[in-house]
């Protein structure tokens, strides 16, 4: 039987991140306010991209998350990213008494963080998608790390990013422990994704661990105008 880890953003959008969907055919996508990501079925055909082409429109940019796909003549292929997908297999995790839970007040400070550091796509409402945790110093956001793909079983630590007045204090490591206990603490499974170029993070990441389970790309492509 397959994983919902083989294609976890259709995973997630038929699963408990249904309410996000929006679908077309067996198209589905989350709103853009929400995450870029598109989620094809797992043996796409012509009918699956043109469902594809009226959900996004024309012109329109879609990055499809984790997936091996690759869309037909006279598509756009904007850019592959090769990357990790990693498991929770032995993660220590626990609780950080120093974070704090961040909600949609916290959105623009986020943002801003997220700029400086891009730890990957954020946008004003990922937030909703999961628990999202930080650590202020002198009131200031300095690092976060929350929830984001929610394959059945499974959910998604994503966002990590630490201002870099603050790199070195392991605020990151905690963050990622502290996400990792509310995710065990709902009988779920930790997981990852990391752009395979990102070294020190996979590093890091098995260090705390995470294991190697697939090497997925991610791929944005352009809509036929």
């Not at 201002?163 to 709902?186: F, M, N, Q, S």
């Not at 994704?193 to 492509?221: C, E, K, M, Q, W």
Request: proline fraction near 9%.
């Amino acid at each position: 039987m397959a994983s919902p880890l083989d294609n976890p953003a259709l995973a997630s959008l038929t699963g408990p991140h249904a309410r996000f969907a929006e679908q077309r055919g067996r198209v589905l996508r989350y709103p853009e306010d929400v995450a870029p990501f598109l989620a094809l079925p797992d043996d796409p055909g012509e009918r699956d991209w043109l469902d594809v082409a009226e959900l996004a429109g024309p012109g329109e940019t879609v990055v499809l998350a984790a997936t091996t796909a690759r869309p037909p003549s006279g598509w756009e292929v904007l850019g592959v990213t090769p990357g990790v997908q990693l498991v929770d297999e032995g993660v220590a995790a626990a609780t950080e008494p120093e974070a704090v839970r961040l909600g949609l007040a916290d959105v623009p400070e986020m943002l801003d963080l997220v700029e400086r550091t891009k730890p990957g796509p954020f946008r004003k409402r990922t937030v909703e998608l999961g628990t999202y945790l930080g650590i202020r110093r002198g009131g200031a956001l300095v690092a976060m790390a929350g929830e984001r793909l929610h394959p059945p079983g499974y959910t998604e630590i994503s966002a990590v990013c630490t201002d870099p007045a603050h790199r070195g204090e392991g605020l990151a490591t905690r963050l990622v422990l502290a996400v990792a206990a509310g995710i065990r603490d709902r009988g779920e499974t930790p997981m990852m994704h990391a752009a395979a170029s990102n070294t020190a993070a996979i590093r890091l990441y098995l260090s705390l661990g995470f294991a190697l389970r697939s090497r997925p790309d991610f791929v944005a492509v352009r809509v036929p105008g």
